[in-house]
């Protein structure tokens, strides 16, 4: 059975770091992309990384590009997004997903597996 457990989220001030971790079991990733998708109340969950698994290639959202970082460690089979920099506009539930279409896949419905979320809220 397939597991996505993502953990790290918490409150944090604007300007502020997280960095989340998705565990990711019951079957083999290389051949996948792992992706990392929030969603705010009243919004449509949104793309915000994502990372294949066997080549490290990676997409970024313009809205996170030069403060969030995907990466991922193969020993542990965890992917993680390192969040700089915060700002209240990222306060969401943060989704870890997985998917075997293209590293440019950016639409949620695309994605096979996901995680429950976690929940990240940035104070001003």
């Known amino acids: 059975q397939v597991q996505l457990v993502e953990s790290g989220g918490g409150l944090v001030q604007a300007g502020g770091s997280l960095r989340l971790s998705c565990a990711a079991s019951g079957r083999t990733f290389s051949n996948y992309v792992m992706g990392w998708f929030r969603q705010a109340p009243a919004k449509e969950r949104e793309f915000v990384a994502n990372i294949r698994w066997s080549f490290g290639y990676t997409n970024y959202a313009d809205s996170v590009k030069g403060r969030f970082t995907i990466s991922r460690d193969n020993a542990k089979n965890t992917v993680y997004l390192q969040m700089n920099n915060l700002k209240p506009d990222d306060t969401a539930v943060y989704f870890c997903?997985?998917?075997?279409?293209?590293?440019?896949?950016?639409?949620?419905?695309?994605?096979?597996?996901w995680g429950q979320g976690t929940q990240v809220t940035v104070s001003s």
């Open positions: 997903a997985a998917t075997d279409a293209s590293v440019h896949e950016r639409a949620s419905g695309r994605y096979n597996y």
